[in-house]
């Protein structure tokens, strides 16, 4: 039986990194010195991503005297420390590759910092493959990136698959582009009515899971 492949987005979607920032950025102003009003400042500058250069721009902001690799490797030590990933969510990816699933991670962002949350919450050695958008410079919603991503799980998107995430544009615009099905993770959020609807809306990632493993037992069940 052919296995069934789903790709899962990272941030916001199984962890929380929209919700950890704020703290990192408070610790990071008072660290070196800032006023807490930079703190605004510093936490727009990584709020929708962060990479090498966005801490060589905050570097020279401030005129900080450690180098701006030293600071990006802070921050990706720091932010792997803080972000976790629910152990039922944990549990629940083992669980989708028990049922038959290829799963895997298909996020955005800078190696270095993907890598490390993957690592430090557990998720790396629970799923089949992960692709980085930094590694071939293919971001989502490109359709590239989820073909990269489903290959780091063996699969091929002309098998079909879905795409679970938080993102409308990112995630479930390029995952129905790819031919994907998609899985919206609302985070009490209402769909805009300016955009196609995902397949399913959920609230958080273990009710994807969920839905997930429903399907796999109705796929099992009209395959046999």
């Known amino acids: 039986m052919q296995r069934l492949l789903v790709l899962f987005d990272l941030d916001n979607t199984l962890v929380d990194r929209r919700g950890r920032l704020a703290a990192w950025a408070a610790e990071f102003t008072a660290r070196h010195g800032l006023e807490d009003e930079e703190q605004t400042y510093v936490l727009g500058m990584v709020a929708?991503?962060?990479?090498l250069s966005t801490f060589d721009?905050?570097?020279?902001r401030y005129r900080l005297p450690m180098s701006t690799a030293e600071l990006w490797r802070a921050y990706c030590t720091d932010i792997a420390a803080l972000v976790s990933c629910p152990a039922?969510?944990?549990?629940?990816?083992n669980e989708l590759r028990?049922?038959?699933w290829r799963v895997g991670v298909a996020t955005?962002?800078?190696?270095?910092?993907?890598?490390?949350?993957?690592?430090?919450?557990?998720i790396a050695e629970r799923v089949d493959g992960v692709f980085v958008s930094e590694e071939a410079d293919a971001r989502k919603p490109q359709t590239r990136h989820f073909t990269l991503a489903a290959a780091r799980c063996g699969a091929v998107l002309g098998d079909g698959g879905w795409m679970v995430g938080d993102n409308p544009v990112n995630d479930i615009g390029g995952g129905?582009?790819?031919?994907?099905?998609?899985?919206?993770?609302?985070n009490d959020r209402s769909w805009s009515a300016d955009d196609p609807e995902p397949d399913h809306t959920v609230p958080h990632a273990c009710?994807?899971?969920?839905?997930?493993?429903l399907h796999s037992s109705d796929h099992t069940r009209t395959t046999t």
Do not use: C, F, P
Not at 88 to 93: Q, S
């Open 48 to 51: 929708e991503r962060a990479y």
């Open 57 to 60: 721009a905050i570097r020279t």
């Open 88 to 93: 039922e969510v944990l549990d629940g990816l």
């Open 98 to 100: 028990a049922a038959g």
């Open 108 to 122: 955005n962002g800078a190696v270095d910092i993907q890598r490390a949350k993957l690592r430090a919450t557990g």
């Open 176 to 186: 129905r582009s790819a031919g994907l099905r998609t899985i919206w993770i609302g």
């Open 207 to 213: 009710a994807a899971i969920d839905l997930l493993l």
